[in-house]
């Protein structure tokens, strides 16, 4: 055996040092690569219910009227925003928009779509697609407030599979305890004219 010839166990000491250092070089190049992700990939899209200040940072899963709110952009000029139905519908629409931001800050238009579920995804060249679901849920829940009194107005909104609207429904029901109580108070109206109690 040559002098210079590794020995079996230097042979086994040496190859554990090279993966220990490839190891180490890979937990390295695995912490530096968000350094260099795309400008902009930090950025998200916020899903706000209409009326919610834009730089407002909440982000709600549920909302009947709402608008998006794009933050954190850092120097893009424009994103590619699009809101699909969970799952695809024929008779759900998917809106499209470009949002121009300043500063890395932007905002929609309020939109109203029909209830169920969607997926709104953001884009830009060179950064990284990203997604959330959120809900579209305008039927009116809870008790009218203290004070409070009529029918609340529900725009694009449909109650269950008929396709009948809230507005429309909650109408034919108040005109419905509208007959009621005119049958009602006819009927007392006659009891007094006859003598009755």
């Given at each position: 055996m040559s002098p210079f010839a590794p020995s079996r166990t230097s042979a086994r000491r040496l190859g554990a040092a090279?993966?220990?250092?490839?190891?180490?070089?890979?937990?390295?190049?695995?912490?530096?690569?968000?350094?260099?992700?795309?400008?902009?990939?930090?950025?998200?899209?916020?899903?706000?219910?209409?009326?919610?200040?834009?730089?407002?940072?909440?982000?709600?899963?549920?909302?009947?009227?709402?608008?998006?709110?794009?933050?954190?952009?850092?120097?893009?000029?424009?994103?590619?925003?699009?809101?699909?139905?969970?799952?695809?519908?024929?008779?759900?629409?998917?809106?499209?928009?470009?949002?121009?931001?300043?500063?890395?800050?932007?905002?929609?238009?309020?939109?109203?779509?029909?209830?169920?579920?969607?997926?709104?995804?953001?884009?830009?060249?060179?950064?990284?697609?990203?997604?959330?679901?959120?809900?579209?849920?305008?039927?009116?829940?809870?008790?009218?407030?203290?004070?409070?009194?009529?029918?609340?107005?529900?725009?694009?909104?449909?109650?269950?599979?008929?396709?009948?609207?809230?507005?429309?429904?909650?109408?034919?029901?108040?005109?419905?305890?509208?007959?009621?109580?005119?049958?009602?108070?006819?009927?007392?109206?006659?009891?007094?004219?006859?003598?009755?109690?």
């Amino acid at each position: 055996m040559s002098p210079f010839a590794p020995s079996r166990t230097s042979a086994r000491r040496l190859g554990a040092a090279a993966a220990a250092a490839l190891a180490v070089t890979g937990m390295s190049l695995g912490a530096a690569s968000p350094a260099f992700a795309a400008p902009g990939d930090s950025g998200e899209v916020k899903i706000h219910k209409a009326g919610t200040p834009y730089g407002d940072s909440r982000d709600e899963t549920e909302v009947c009227r709402f608008n998006l709110s794009a933050v954190n952009f850092e120097t893009i000029p424009l994103i590619n925003i699009t809101i699909a139905p969970q799952p695809a519908t024929p008779t759900r629409p998917t809106l499209t928009a470009a949002v121009s931001l300043t500063t890395g800050k932007g905002h929609t238009q309020d939109y109203s779509l029909p209830n169920g579920q969607y997926k709104v995804t953001w884009t830009f060249p060179g950064g990284v697609p990203k997604q959330k679901l959120f809900t579209v849920d305008c039927r009116p829940t809870g008790g009218v407030p203290a004070g409070g009194g009529g029918v609340p107005t529900v725009e694009s909104s449909t109650a269950g599979d008929s396709g009948m609207s809230i507005g429309t429904s909650s109408a034919l029901a108040a005109g419905g305890v509208g007959v009621v109580g005119l049958i009602l108070a006819r009927r007392a109206a006659r009891r007094r004219a006859h003598g009755a109690a």
